[in-house]
């Protein structure tokens, strides 16, 4: 099946918005969830390959409708809940 | 609870701390552990890096054709670690040729020479046309390249990075290698604009 992330050469998306930021992060959540990557990732609870996995193999609908960190976050989730790090729902409301 | 809760900034914020509280107590990580791993992954990481990489092969011949040949191995003499286990091409623009760079897939990027990506460069616009209309993509950007100039787009990948060494602008014969590294821009390190 072909990815969402797959999408070299797709018609559609529209012009692109060059505007110039340098700012790595426009959240603190979002350099939180690259930590939460790194750190997990140091302590061998998933890989590279995993996490790159978790993320392209997100339902389309679901990939076009976050943000890149998001995507990130979703797929930290992804991982911890199937390496049995945390429950499905420990996170919710 | 009032509108800003809502937002879905603020919902997703919730959600990482109440991630990084749950590991916490499972003693899975520390929060003073997240901070420092937070200040150590961007921290060296900055488009001075590539600019002086750029200004050292403009000055020797010697280090631009190594440069060429195992961008890995150039930057390194230099004291740039471009990735544990990715391998580091330099490609070179001439009057002929142009480069930019890619990664259609996701964001790979040669992080440590240029400092954060800017967001267009992990935008679903930018990935999905620069490798169909590389010219209207850089006409964006505001460069119009020659109708005979030659564009090459390189997708960057889970091992292989990019880095584009732009051509050195004329009249700067009697500049330093410090002077050259100050006119090097970040877009022009990944071919969104020339110098």
């Known amino acids: ?93 | 609870m009032t509108s800003a809760d809502h937002h879905p900034d603020t919902l997703i914020a919730r959600r990482v701390r109440r991630l990084e509280t749950l590991l916490e107590e499972k003693g899975v990580l520390s929060g003073a552990q997240l901070d420092e791993i937070i200040d150590a992954s961007l921290s060296g990481a900055s488009p001075a890096n590539g600019a002086r990489v750029v200004a050292r092969a403009w000055t020797d011949p010697a280090y631009k054709s190594r440069l060429l040949a195992d961008g890995t191995a150039a930057v390194r003499e230099l004291g740039f670690m471009e990735g544990g286990f990715q391998r580091l091409r330099v490609v070179e623009n001439t009057d002929e040729t142009h480069n930019v760079i890619v990664c259609t897939l996701c964001s790979c990027y040669p992080l440590r020479l240029l400092g954060p990506s800017p967001s267009w460069y992990k935008s679903e616009a930018y990935r999905s046309r620069v490798v169909r209309e590389p010219r209207a993509v850089l006409a964006e950007f505001g460069l119009n390249l020659p109708d005979d100039t030659e564009i090459t787009v390189w997708d960057s990948s889970a091992e292989t990075r990019y880095m584009v060494l732009p051509r050195r602008p004329a009249d700067t014969d009697s500049m330093s290698e410090a002077e050259l590294t100050g006119l090097v821009t970040r877009n022009a390190l990944i071919g969104t604009a020339e110098l």
């Not at chain 1, 797709?10 to 979002?30: K, S, V």
């Not at chain 1, 930590?35 to 679901?62: H, K, W």
């Not at chain 1, 960190?69 to 991982?79: G, S």
Request: a negative charge; hydrophobic letters at 40%; glycine letters at 8%.
């Open chain 1, 1 to 93: 099946m072909a990815r969402m992330n797959d999408i070299g050469g797709m018609q559609g998306f529209g012009p692109i918005d060059t505007t110039e930021d340098t700012e790595p992060f426009h959240a603190d959540w979002e350099a939180r969830v690259v930590g939460l990557f790194n750190a997990l990732r140091a302590q061998d609870v998933f890989n590279t390959n995993e996490f790159r996995d978790a993320i392209e193999s997100m339902p389309p609908a679901e990939y076009l409708a976050t943000s890149y960190y998001e995507r990130w976050f979703k797929a930290i989730c992804t991982l911890l809940e199937r390496k049995g790090v945390i429950e499905p729902g420990e996170l919710d409301d």
